[in-house]
């Protein structure tokens, strides 16, 4: 069956751009995570979602990132007026339940703001 | 601060041998642990969990063990094989904790290479 996708995989943004980067988790999944991973690091938890409500947002660097899940299936990631720091991969995970801890990963958006 | 350490940047070992690779944690809350596997340009790839019920799990080629009191677990993948050349993430969650949230504590990773 399809597994996670993102979109775009790749994306180059100047400096102070806003940038939107897409989340399709495997369908009926009730759970979607965003990680961020930089370069020689393990990935780092952002946000969590259950259905559409966002349970947990204490991992988003500021308030320039944002992170939406309208109708419990597919999730936006917003990053506005983007910085060099923001360079990174992008990792979007799902999972079955709320209680589930097997998550399933996309392939990533790796974003480089110059 | 990191909750979840891989010491080990990288493992060189050669086709047919053990491969072992080792997480250390700091948070004793921590109370499910997974190894994820990655190659380049592909998202990480759930390999092998274990609950801190238990002390050990096995799946094929694949054993994670864990010591509770040592806060560290390992991976070992018997027989080694080329196509297990990859990063490979230790994580762990707070499944018990019921603040609502399952993320996902990783390690920084393994890079393991299986010499033919």
């Known amino acids: 069956g399809a597994g996670v996708s993102q979109s775009p995989r790749y994306k180059v943004a100047k400096r102070g751009q806003d940038v939107a980067l897409r989340c399709d988790p495997i369908s009926g999944h009730v759970s979607l995570f965003w990680y961020q991973q930089a370069l020689g690091q393990g990935p780092e938890f952002l946000t969590y979602?259950?259905?559409?409500?966002?349970?947990?947002k204490s991992g988003l660097p500021s308030d320039r990132f944002f992170a939406e899940r309208p109708e419990g299936s597919v999730s936006t990631l917003k990053i506005q007026r983007t910085q060099q720091e923001d360079s990174a991969v992008y990792l979007c995970?799902?999972?079955?339940?709320?209680?589930?801890?097997?998550?399933?990963f996309g392939p990533g958006t790796r974003l480089l703001v110059l | 601060d990191q909750q979840v350490k891989q010491n080990s940047p990288s493992l060189s070992v050669q086709e047919g041998r053990i491969s072992i690779l080792n997480c250390d944690y700091t948070n004793s809350m921590f109370d499910y642990f997974l190894w994820y596997k990655k190659y380049p340009a592909e998202g990480p790839t759930f390999l092998i969990s274990i609950s801190s019920i238990k002390d050990k799990n096995e799946d094929g080629r694949f054993t994670v063990f864990l010591n509770k009191s040592a806060k560290h677990l390992s991976l070992h993948i018997v027989p080694s094989q080329p196509g297990d050349s990859a990063v490979y993430f230790c994580?762990?969650?707070?499944?018990?904790?019921?603040?609502?949230?399952?993320?996902?504590?990783f390690g920084k990773g393994t890079k393991l290479s299986v010499i033919p």
């Open positions: 995970a799902s999972s079955p339940g709320q209680a589930e801890e097997t998550q399933y």
């Open positions: 979602f259950q259905n559409e409500a966002q349970l947990d």
């Open positions: 994580a762990a969650s707070l499944r018990s904790s019921g603040a609502g949230s399952y993320q996902l504590t």
